[in-house]
Nanobody, 115 residues
Framework: VQLVESGGALVQPGGSLRLSCAAS????????MNWHRQVPGKERELVAT????????TYADSVKGRFTVSRDNAKNMVYLQMNSLKPEDTAVYYC?????????WGRGTQVTVSS
């Protein structure tokens, strides 16, 4: 099982980034996918969730209206489009696959929002 995040970078406030997560080794289409983020010394925060078929999404209040989660089950990919980025969005972003029995995590990708 692998989840590999990519797309993290240094970006200026107000900018945009698109994170990607490539999944392999499990039946991707049967898992809810989540994006989490964590800042050193703080608790991990659930940022966005997308249902297994992609028809339902939820967001943390802190990113609602700025971030969009999507998935492509044919490609085993999940994405996080991040717009209007703020310095407080700086964190390591993690991809997570979850069902009733298993819980898989990627290693994360760093997003830094700074001028």
């Amino acid at each position: 099982v692998q989840l590999v995040e990519s797309g993290g970078a240094l970006v200026q406030p107000g900018g945009s980034l698109r994170l990607s997560c490539a999944a392999s080794g499990f039946t991707f289409s049967r898992y809810v996918m989540n994006w989490h983020r964590q800042v050193p010394g703080k608790e991990r925060e659930l940022v966005a969730t997308i249902s297994s078929a992609g028809g339902s999404t939820t967001y943390a209040d802190s990113v609602k209206g700025r971030f969009t989660v999507s998935r492509d089950n044919a490609k085993n990919m999940v994405y996080l489009q991040m717009n209007s980025l703020k310095p407080e969005d700086t964190a390591v972003y993690y991809c997570n696959a979850r069902n009733a029995y298993f819980d898989y995590w990627g290693r994360g990708t760093q997003v830094t929002v700074s001028s």
